[in-house]
């Protein structure tokens, strides 16, 4: 039986002291990369019971983020993702810190530094690199992100892009084009999906040359600056565009304003997220709004409840403003 397993018995498998063994069942520091690892092996293999681990209450959560968002552009949706999350730890009386990752990082090193619990992962995140964070063996839960066999909560990315698409479409557009950054991201892939539903559903089959996905570059803004204006050059540019967060729209909004085009009598805009600034732009934004405060609640709601696999989606809404509806 798994829960005979005692700590001195894989102690004794490897050679160390239990003190050893459990700061490297807890992920706790003090121990060399190589030795928490063979430990952590060596219980795997004699069928410790990881979830014993877990009885103590959370204390101290950490809240990840892949450096490769563009952290101050990402800032204005992540920031009250983790102020909702930072409230509820507070009412439980769980301390949150804050780490942005890349793959290079000495991953263990780094979160280890924060002593955490539990993890919770906002946005993308590549596959191995959610391997390594899984090897921690802490419980994680990822927001804005879908991965099997772990828990997730996202805002309902696919009906976002349909409801968006299916404005637009309501307006008399028919050349709408879509643009994303990459489509490596789950939530990008869904939205695009939403799009291609509403599309279809209309009869309308767009020219490939409608879905903009921006150059890889290191510099995000300047690729989707590009994938703009690759658009508005086309001998039959669209009459729409469907972006995929605000950031990128609010990006339309400036290419179009330099060309001399307006929005939306020229071309009709919507983006996806609801950030602050969509409000205030000129003309403002009509966009998908994501309750950010219940998408940190429900996270933590995860990680409270230790579900082991749910995609929880969570309804979002259409908001009309200037930049689609003149």
């Not at 190589?34 to 959370?58: H, M, N, P, V, W």
């Not at 906002?122 to 066999?149: N, S």
């Not at 799009?195 to 490939?208: F, H, T, V």
Request: with cysteine; proline share 6%; hydrophobic share 45%.
């Amino acid at each position: 039986m798994a829960k005979s397993v005692r700590i001195r018995d894989i102690a004794g498998a490897c050679g160390v002291s239990p003190g050893a063994v459990s700061r490297a069942l807890k992920g706790q520091p003090g121990l060399r990369e190589e030795t928490r690892r063979r430990i952590i092996a060596a219980a795997e293999q004699q069928g410790y019971d990881f979830s014993r681990l877990r009885s103590d209450k959370l204390k101290r959560v950490l809240f990840l983020l892949h450096r490769q968002h563009n952290i101050s552009r990402a800032l204005p949706f992540y920031s009250r993702l983790f102020l909702s999350i930072e409230e509820q730890c507070r009412a439980q009386g769980i301390a949150l810190s804050f780490l942005s990752l890349g793959p290079a990082d000495a991953i263990s090193d780094q979160v280890m530094l924060h002593q955490p619990d539990a993890l919770i992962c906002a946005g993308f995140f590549e596959p191995e690199l959610l391997a390594l964070l899984q090897q921690l063996k802490l419980p994680l839960v990822l927001v804005d992100l879908y991965a099997p066999g772990l828990p997730c909560v996202n805002p309902d990315n696919m009906q976002g892009g349909y409801l968006a698409t299916r404005h637009l479409l309501e307006q008399g557009r028919s050349r709408i084009a879509f643009l994303a950054s990459t489509l490596s991201h789950y939530s990008i892939r869904q939205r695009e999906k939403g799009y291609r539903q509403a599309l279809y559903e209309a009869q309308l089959l767009m020219s490939p040359e409608y879905e903009a996905i921006a150059p890889p570059q290191l510099d995000t803004e300047q690729s989707l600056i590009q994938a703009i204006n690759e658009l508005l050059d086309l001998p039959e540019p669209p009459d729409a565009i469907f972006a995929y967060n605000d950031a990128a729209a609010l990006l339309v909004l400036r290419v179009c304003a330099q060309r001399g085009l307006r929005v939306p009598e020229d071309i009709a805009l919507v983006g996806f997220d609801d950030i602050e600034s969509a409000a205030w732009a000129q003309p403002a934004l009509t966009t998908i709004a994501v309750d950010k405060q219940l998408l940190g609640q429900k996270a933590l709601q995860l990680l409270l409840e230790e579900t082991q696999e749910s995609n929880t989606l969570l309804p979002v809404n259409l908001v009309v403003r200037a930049s689609s509806h003149g």
